[in-house]
């Protein structure tokens, strides 16, 4: 069985652990010959995202429920977040270790996304929504806040078509690790920054944009 520190410490050599389903005990690493960024501070929102978010009744909040977050990532057909893996991710919130983003729209649950902190190092687990660009948003609001907070890598283990619009770029084993050992170095803070409001948010993204 995977404890946290395992788990750390494969994430520290460029590997992680899934499960083949929900209902599967068990837990395998994996390490892709390809492996999945988006650019810290860098993520691409598209013009009908901006709108959206100017229209308001969105916000972002650290101090949400993290099982809940966790809980709804998992809360699909498929899924590789088994029990084994859920009760790790809360371990390893309760250290310190892994942190989620929530998303809200007119106060109400709307997406987010979670991860594991390891140095300057983001690996994001799994992200949900529950309203339109809810798990957009969260990229967004998360892309942003990882740069405030001093990160420089933010893994996403794989590249989709979605992650690929929204800046996200694939490296070979080698580079990445590379870039991890570099990002593993640095001392960053989750909490180091507040969250931004919606307003600012969007004039933080017209600007880049």
């Not at 998303?103 to 996304?113: K, L, Q």
């Not at 948003?137 to 890598?153: D, E, K, V």
């Not at 991890?180 to 969007?202: E, G, H, K, M, N």
């Amino acid at each position: 069985m995977i404890g946290a520190a395992q788990l750390l410490a494969g994430y520290a050599r460029g590997v992680f652990p899934m499960a083949e389903s929900g209902d599967d005990p068990n837990l395998y690493w994996f390490d892709p010959p390809m492996r999945g960024l988006l650019p810290v501070g860098g993520v691409h929102a598209s013009r009908s995202l901006r709108r959206d978010l100017r229209r308001g009744g969105w916000s972002a909040h650290l101090d949400g429920d993290f099982d809940a977050v966790v809980a709804a990532c998992a809360a699909r057909d498929v899924t590789w977040i088994n029990a084994p893996l859920r009760r790790l991710y809360r371990e390893l919130h309760e250290a310190g270790d892994a942190e989620a983003l929530e998303i809200r729209r007119d106060g109400h649950f709307a997406g987010g996304i979670f991860g594991v902190t390891l140095g300057g190092a983001f690996f994001g687990e799994s992200m949900a929504s529950a309203r339109t660009n809810g798990s957009k948003l969260a990229l967004i609001w998360l892309s942003g806040h990882l740069a405030r907070c001093g990160f420089t890598l933010f893994d996403t283990q794989f590249l989709t078509p979605h992650l690929a619009r929204m800046g996200g770029f694939e490296l070979p084993r080698g580079t990445y690790r590379q870039r991890l050992q570099a990002a593993l170095d640095r001392d960053a803070d989750f909490r180091r920054a507040t969250l931004p409001t919606a307003d600012q948010l969007w004039q933080e993204i017209t600007q880049t944009s």
